[in-house]
């Protein structure tokens, strides 16, 4: 059983536009949930993280918003480059409660067009 | 501060044979996780240990095992290896256990 559906499984932006990744969870119990960036031949990179109390979460140029009642998250690049194409993979945890075992969702692939 | 460093970068296997991946975690963080990466099914917990004991197992097959040593560093092994054993595994660290993880780069799999 899925229980973190990522979308859209591809993205195509031209540079200096946004990008939007939207993710769904089913476990009301996850109570962290990172997105991780991966390059080609690299490992994923944690990006941001937000817990369930907050509804945005800011750092540069990426964004996520929480939606705790619908149980949905987003990932936000603004001003999106080239070097931000790669691939990007929501996650969910049910963190302390559930050590190091983390939920994935199937990843978006980002290509930014210059 | 050096990250997580996997060994070997790649490997090539035969069907039915075993191999050993290593993982060296961050310096100072005592959780070591795996985790199997493949196109059609994305990214999986395989298992995680803190202090030398696996605390947390996700769904795969018994042939799939690991351990930790007193320093930290953690061992993965296949046993009798398939063809859908191929995939890039992935070691990710953390200081406690928490879901802040940090990971390697993996080490490829092939199984021909």
């Known amino acids: 059983q899925q229980q973190v559906k990522q979308s859209p499984q591809s993205l195509i932006v031209q540079k200096g536009g946004i990008s939007i990744i939207n993710c769904a969870y089913e476990?009301?119990?996850?109570?962290?949930f990172p997105w991780y960036q991966q390059f080609p031949g690299k490992g994923p990179a944690l990006l941001i993280a937000i817990r369930p109390d907050v509804s945005e979460k800011k750092e540069g140029r990426f964004t996520i918003s929480f939606n705790k009642s619908a149980k949905q998250f987003s990932l936000h690049i603004m001003d999106s480059q080239p070097g931000d194409s790669a691939t990007y993979f929501c996650a969910a945890s049910k963190g302390v409660s559930n050590t190091g075992k983390l939920i994935f969702g199937q990843g978006t692939t980002l290509q930014v067009k210059p | 501060k050096a990250g997580v460093t996997q060994t070997p970068r790649y490997l090539i296997k035969t069907r039915g044979q075993q191999v050993t991946l290593s993982c060296s975690p961050i310096s100072g963080h005592r959780s070591v996780s795996w985790y199997q990466q493949t196109p059609g099914q994305g990214l999986q917990f395989l298992f995680e240990y803190f202090s030398e004991t696996q605390r947390n197992k996700g769904n795969f097959p018994g042939r799939f095992s690991g351990r930790q040593f007193s320093n930290s560093r953690s061992e993965m092994n296949v046993s009798t290896l398939e063809l859908g054993d191929s995939a890039l595994y992935l070691c990710?660290?953390?200081?406690?256990?928490?879901?802040?993880?940090?990971f390697g780069q993996g080490t490829r799999l092939t199984v021909v």
């Open positions: 476990n009301t119990a996850f109570d962290y």
């Open positions: 990710a660290s953390s200081f406690w256990g928490g879901p802040e993880a940090f």
